[in-house]
């Protein structure tokens, strides 16, 4: 049998396009429902053979993690380990690229890509349904990002329908460097617009898309402007520029994102905001 020596996996960032709270339940969580994309940005993890599991953590955003048996990568592995009934381990080299805890999937992102990574590495060749059950215990965001493409998310985040025809548009996530507890957000959120939204229509283009999200929002957006005010500086700043079709925040915070009608406007929206503030976190890319 050939050994594989090394598995690479991207972790790309997730964005809520919009993002809608239902009641709480019986388990504490609240219903959700979000339209959910992925971008061409985001960390990147490594996968090698070893006796017992490894984390390296490399990157711009490597000293806010730490590689203790706590870190969601080191619990995904386990979990895989543990199902699949495998004694191998792994050396796991993170380059982690995005904020942290920043509304964009980052750790739910590895945590996925850890099983995809590993199930590789380790030849298991399981369907993605079990990587999503997997999932499901590690996180709420980590079974949309088992396939990290366009979807439609319900429950508290483990109830998946990938969508076809959402159109690819430019994109730029700023984050300004503020930690925003997912707990406080929802423990101020006052008002929410429920989960009875019917899936998306057919859509053509990047206006398309921003014209149907203008009928949603972000219910978490004002309770975490409340709490970081310098989310509606961000905001504000990313709809003022040129070609702008939409502004809002992805997540629980702190990061915003602009959709913009080309690459020429999302590239010359991010130096703009890069001048503005140099501490912030600015990146162009597309959605995937």
Known sequence: MTTVLRVDVQAPAKVNLFLHVGDR?????????????????????????????????????????????????????????????????????????LPVASGIGGGSADAAAALRGLAKLWKLNLPHDVLHKI?????????????????WMEGRGENVTELSGIPKVPIVLVNPGVAVSTGKVFAALKERRGVGLPRPPKMQNAADLATYLKTTGNDLEAPA?????????????????????????SGSGATCFGMFENTSAAQNASTAMRARQRSWWVVATTTD
């Open 135 to 151: 999932g499901e215990t590690l996180g709420s965001d980590v079974p949309v990002c088992v396939e990290s493409n366009s979807a």
């Open 225 to 249: 402007r409340g709490i970081a005010p310098i989310i509606g500086e961000v905001l504000d700043a990313l709809a003022a520029q040129p070609g702008a079709l939409l502004s809002r925040m």
């Open 25 to 97: 339940r019986p388990d504490g969580f609240h219903d959700l429902q979000s339209l959910v994309v992925f971008t061409r940005t985001g960390d990147e993890l490594s996968f090698s053979p070893s006796e017992g599991f490894k984390l390296d953590i490399e990157g711009p955003f490597a000293n806010a993690l730490t590689s203790d048996p706590d870190n969601l990568v080191l619990k995904a592995a386990r979990a895989l380990a543990a199902h699949a009934g495998m004694q191998d381990g792994a050396h796991i080299v993170l380059t982690k690229n």
